[in-house]
């Protein structure tokens, strides 16, 4: 497999920008376990290959236990998920599905339980850029498999 469009990704201006945004959310108030719950579940509604082996490995090298991972397209049923990770899933599941319906209100009532106004903020931020991800990376056919996670620092 190979990619579809054969240009330095990394070398882009607009990869550049959406990489300034991603500085910014990994500073945000948002916990980087939320971050990466959201981004693996937004991907695997997208189908997108390469962020789904992206955000494992990543979710992975930071502890996350791989009962929680496999678990998480049905997060609803499985006990293993706090209050606040089942609001941002909810959230980030009816905004990546956003076109075929709304967002009903109760959602972002049930969101602000567990989210300030910033947090909330920052949570529709990393929604929508892992959806722009997912975009990109399937429309270039960014091939999957070869991520490996940044050593931890220490």
Not at 77 to 94: F, G, K, N, T, V
Not at 111 to 136: C, G, P, Y
Request: proline share 6%; charged share 25%.
């Amino acid at each position: 497999m190979e990619a579809r469009v054969k240009v330095a990704l990394t070398s882009s201006p607009a990869y550049q920008a959406m990489r300034g945004v991603e500085k910014y959310l990994a500073q945000s108030s948002i916990e980087k376990t939320v971050r990466e719950l959201v981004k693996l579940r937004v991907s695997q509604i997208n189908g997108c290959a390469f962020c789904l082996n992206l955000h494992w490995n990543d979710a992975r090298a930071d502890g996350e236990t791989k009962q929680r991972l496999y678990s998480l397209p049905a997060w609803r049923e499985c006990p293993y998920y706090s209050d606040r990770e089942r609001a941002a899933l909810l959230l980030a599941e009816e905004l990546t599905r956003v076109a075929h319906r709304p967002v009903p209100e109760a959602v972002y009532e049930e969101v602000s339980k567990h989210f300030s106004d910033q947090e909330q903020h920052d949570l529709i931020w990393t929604i929508a850029v892992i959806n722009a991800w997912n975009r990109m990376c399937i429309g270039l056919g960014v091939v999957p498999g070869s991520y490996q996670p940044p050593p931890l620092e220490g």
